[in-house]
T-cell receptor
Framework: GAGVSQSPRYKVTKRGQDVALRCDPI?????LYWYRQALGQGPEFLTY????????KSGLPNDRFSAERPEGSISTLTIQRTEQRDSAMYRC????????????FGQGTRLTVV | AQSVTQLDSQVPVFEEAPVELRCNYS??????LFWYVQYPNQGLQLLLK??????LVKGINGFEAEFNKSQTSFHLRKPSVHISDTAEYFC??????????????FGKGTLLTVNP
């Protein structure tokens, strides 16, 4: 595609439900990063992949959060048993190089847990 | 560990006035430096970056920034702003030798509002 695509753009879910957020990176981009952005803050690192391998998940808040990128392209961030504190903008970025000197961001998914 | 401080959360200016958005960083290793812009309901867009070489870098839409290693700063400037520059601006750093984790560490952002 022309850019990084994230879906859904908006998600409202009830506390305790599981949600899956999708990121479709620019074709051929090797690195994919997930960030979370709370209101009034900058994005914060969650996890990243080089190709299909998850390299670092140290930014994931707890074990309810997981991510995968099974074929080195589309990635899914899953949040189990959602809580109100999970409400935030979730951003995905892809880069053509591992050095990530040119990251392209999607429009984000606004998650609201009620 | 790295951190980024954007000293101003909001900067209001009049159209055609100059503007400077301040960014300071802290890092124990060499860094790459970036400025991103976020227009309403859009994703983050790369404005400019410093990787190496000349400390004055020019970006899109007439913006420029200067890397000052001694002051650990990377301030963003534009000599004459337009209404269309109204947006939120984020300064970010990443480690030059991140192993393979070149994650971006962002500041909290500066909301630039250009008034007529």
């Amino acid at each position: 595609g022309a850019g990084v695509s994230q879906s859904p753009r908006y998600k409202v879910t009830k506390r305790g439900q599981d949600v899956a957020l999708r990121c479709d990176p620019i074709s051929g981009h090797v690195s994919l990063y997930w960030y979370r952005q709370a209101l009034g803050q900058g994005p914060e690192f969650l996890t990243y992949f080089n190709y299909e391998a998850q390299q670092d998940k140290s930014g994931l808040p707890n074990d309810r959060f997981s991510a995968e990128r099974p074929e080195g392209s589309i990635s899914t961030l899953t949040i189990q048993r959602t809580e109100q504190r999970d409400s935030a903008m979730y951003r995905c970025a892809s880069s053509p190089q591992i050095s990530n000197t040119e990251a392209f961001f999607g429009q984000g998914t606004r998650l609201t847990v009620v | 560990a790295q951190s980024v401080t954007q000293l101003d959360s909001q900067v209001p200016v009049f159209e055609e006035a100059p503007v400077e958005l301040r960014c300071n960083y802290s890092s124990s290793v060499s860094v790459y430096l970036f400025w991103y812009v976020q227009y309403p309901n859009q994703g983050l867009q790369l404005l400019l970056k410093y990787l190496s070489g000349s400390t004055l870098v020019k970006g899109i839409n007439g913006f420029e920034a200067e890397f000052n290693k001694s002051q650990t700063s990377f301030h963003l400037r534009k000599p004459s702003v337009h209404i269309s520059d109204t947006a939120e601006y984020f300064c970010a750093v990443s480690s030059v030798s991140g192993g393979s984790n070149y994650k971006l560490t962002f500041g909290k952002g500066t909301l630039l509002t250009v008034n007529p």
